[in-house]
Nanobody, 111 residues
Framework: VQLVESGGGLVQPGGSLRLSCAAS????????VSWYRRAPGKERELVAG????????NYAASVKGGSTISRDDTENTVYLQMNSLKPGNTAVYYC?????WGQGTQVTVAT
């Protein structure tokens, strides 16, 4: 049972990134999946979530309008598209499904 995040990196303010969360070892399509982040010196916070089947999506107020969560169950992958990034988006981003967490991917927004 494994979740592996990728797609993080260094991006300038106003830029975009698409994070991926690839699952293996379980029936991924049955699970809702969420993205969380932990910024330096702050608590972990929920960023976005998507239900099993993708019919319901929710976003934290801090990212709403600038981010889109989606899933491709044929690829066992959930995506988080983030646009108009700001330095405040800098954090390690984690995906979660059930009791399974990934190792995280670093997003740094800076000039």
């Amino acid at each position: 049972v494994q979740l592996v995040e990728s797609g993080g990196g260094l991006v300038q303010p106003g830029g975009s990134l698409r994070l991926s969360c690839a699952a293996s070892g379980f029936t991924f399509s049955r699970y809702g999946v969420s993205w969380y982040r932990r910024a330096p010196g702050k608590e972990r916070e929920l960023v976005a979530g998507i239900s099993s089947g993708g019919g319901n999506r929710n976003y934290a107020a801090s990212v709403k309008g600038g981010s889109t969560i989606s899933r491709d169950d044929t690829e066992n992958t959930v995506y988080l598209q983030m646009n108009s990034l700001k330095p405040g988006n800098t954090a390690v981003y984690y995906c979660n499904a059930g009791n399974c967490w990934g190792q995280g991917t670093q997003v740094t927004v800076a000039t």
